[in-house]
């Protein structure tokens, strides 16, 4: 437990104590843009295979128990969150790094899930986090999950933060008729949700859909715990 409590801090202080901050602007100011990405992405896999490895030996101490009767709306948020992570994944965004310099377009960066929100990626992320911390009910899974969520949601907090201060105005615009929370901007009257789904199309649902009912069908080999009988 020792070193997945470690890998954890690890994790969580590269992203929290590094990216986002103005720690971060030095690094990329005496690093270049292009060295500070690569160390980072480093760090961040270093950091990602340490957790795995350290969750997959940790004893297991339970607190509230698996709740089997959960799974099903553990389901349809590991669902969402996959057509969330899909769907940002494919879709241009000025929050992603290397593509700030898209906020120069204006309202031609808003389109698609971005209507929804302007975090697609890390929301998925959080949710399915939230979803396996909720169904296993261990404390190595509140560990590593509840990081991954705290670092998703935290994460989008961040970003918006970087960019505000490294664009400014542009940023400012960007914001306007976008939300962090999935379907604020829409519900404030801020965008409409109808131009998202068109500009969304069949494609990027349809491969997100499919890597779902392939992670959910082959489970149980893949991370040793089956959801659906063969």
């Known amino acids: 437990m020792n070193s997945l409590i470690a890998a954890t801090v690890f994790f969580l202080l590269i ?8 720690l971060r602007d030095v690094l990329v100011a005496r690093m270049g843009a292009g060295m500070y990405r690569g160390a980072f992405a480093l760090a961040s896999v270093v950091g990602i295979v340490w957790m795995s490895r350290a969750y997959g030996r940790a004893p297991d101490i339970e607190l509230w128990g698996q709740l089997v009767g959960l799974h099903p ?11 969330y992570v899909g769907i940002g994944l494919a879709t241009p965004s000025p929050t992603v790094a290397g593509m700030e310099a898209t906020l120069a377009q204006g309202a031609a960066t808003v389109r698609g899930i971005v209507r929804i929100t302007r975090h697609p990626f890390l ?14 009910g261990d ?3 509140v560990i590593l999950f509840g990081a991954l969520l705290v670092l998703a949601l935290g994460g989008t907090v961040s970003i918006d933060a970087k960019r505000r201060r490294n664009f400014g105005d542009e940023w400012k615009r960007f ?22 789904l068109r500009e969304i199309g069949i494609l990027r649902p349809g491969i997100a859909i499919v890597a779902f009912a392939v992670v959910m069908y082959f489970h149980g ?4 715990a089956p959801l659906i009988a063969p």
């Open 15 to 22: 992203h929290f104590g590094v990216s986002g901050t103005r």
């Open 73 to 83: 709306l553990a389901a349809v948020l590991v669902f969402i969150a996959f057509l």
């Open 123 to 136: 929301w998925g992320v959080g949710l399915w986090a939230i979803a396996h911390l909720i169904v296993n």
């Open 139 to 141: 404390l190595a899974s």
């Open 175 to 196: 914001a306007e008729v976008t939300s962090n929370v999935p379907f604020a901007a829409i519900a404030a009257g801020r965008n409409q949700f109808l131009p998202a």
């Open 221 to 224: 080999q893949l991370f040793g």
